[in-house]
């Protein structure tokens, strides 16, 4: 395990590289796999940062989900950092799993 998000474990897979995820509390881990490597995620993060930073409240609809401009637009900035499509950037996509 790398890190957590409310206790909901990031683990680096050393066999492939991955970054999976899943939910804490729910007995045996059946972690899925959310980044492509670590180097997705960190960018991944970055650049989300650096929209909330500048948008606040905003990036959020009223149901705490990412606006999709503000989706549409952290996929776009992980593609071009990371040189390739943004595989494995679908936790930007999951409802509630980042929270206003």
Known sequence: MIADEGADPFI??????RVLSDLHGQGVWRAV???DDLA?????FAVLGGIAVREGENLFDEHSDIRTTFLDEAIEQIS???GMTANGTEILKLPGSIEG
């Open 80 to 82: 071009r950092n990371v």
């Open 33 to 35: 796999p959310i980044f």
């Open 12 to 17: 680096l897979s050393r066999a492939t590289g």
């Open 40 to 44: 997705v995620m960190i960018c991944s």
